[in-house]
């Protein structure tokens, strides 16, 4: 019998790229991930260093421009309610871009086969480019609660449950990344969704304000926002306060990463926009 993959050899064995039920391809998924995050280490002055400076700009400048004129917003000052928005603000941007960018200069390069290639299942695919988006994310997020500690004195109230938005958040927006990458044959494409899709869902998502200063159409339209929730509970696990249930935040987030990321797994199978 012929030796393709998967197919019995003449001696009876099974190829090299063979898929049993159940098995995964754990080293190829950690090769992946490893690329994925040794990628945006090589550059951590642009991938680390560049949000947290971009961070603490917005912090500086809404705190001189509306800080002193601004009492508290729930119960804590302006500046402790904007850093939580802000850090989630941050993590999803980075996460996005890695997975985006990632697939978008493979295409452009020519070498996209190099990732498609190798015995990796579809899921293993989603797995490995989510696991770089996810790492890039909790490093970002760490960098920024240490950082708030000594300038603003700030500790998470729920520190567990911070851990775990900012990993869904990641997730979510790393997978969105991937559909955006999938998507674009050019960098201008990828910039157009940046800017027209993810950045105004950053920005029209509480992360400067609260629900209770928008009319009831615009507070609608936000609670139609996932990355609401995602503000909303980093604020949550930050100052254990939030302008929505935090564990249906949570089920809203999971879900739309659960569609984002089976969208991902299908476009990786099929070989949509990736293969000539």
Request: charged share 10%.
């Amino acid at each position: 019998m012929q030796s393709g993959a998967g197919e019995m050899t003449a001696s009876g064995k099974r190829g090299m790229g063979e898929r049993r039920f159940g098995r995964v391809n754990w080293l190829g998924m950690q090769t992946l991930a490893l690329r994925e995050t040794r990628r945006f280490l090589a550059v951590w002055t642009q991938t680390l260093a560049a949000p947290l400076v971009t961070a603490g700009l917005f912090l500086a400048i809404f705190t001189l421009a509306i800080g002193p004129s601004r009492g508290p917003v729930m119960g804590v000052a302006f500046t402790h309610f904007l850093a939580p928005g802000i850090l989630m603000m941050t993590v999803i941007q980075n996460a996005f871009a890695n997975t985006s960018s990632s697939i978008v200069i493979a295409k452009v390069q020519g070498n996209i086969v190099d990732t498609l290639m190798p015995p990796l299942s579809a899921g293993e695919l989603v797995a490995g480019f989510l696991a770089g988006a996810a790492a890039r994310g909790l490093i970002v997020a760490t960098l920024l609660v240490v950082a708030l500690w000594p300038a603003l004195g700030m500790v998470p109230a729920n520190p567990v449950w911070l851990l775990l938005i900012v990993l869904v958040g990641a997730c979510m927006l790393g997978a969105m990344g991937i559909v955006a990458g999938i998507l674009s044959n050019k960098f201008d494409q990828i910039a157009a969704i940046t800017n027209f899709i993810v950045t105004p869902l950053a920005f029209l998502s509480g992360t400067f304000y609260t629900l209770e200063a928008l009319p009831g159409w615009m507070q609608a339209v936000s609670h139609a926002n996932p990355v609401f929730y995602l503000i909303d509970g980093a604020r949550y696990g930050y100052l254990g306060r939030s302008d929505s249930d935090p564990v249906l935040g949570l089920t809203i987030v999971v879900l739309t990463t659960a569609v984002l990321a089976l969208l991902s797994w299908w476009w990786f199978r099929t070989g949509y926009r990736l293969k000539p």
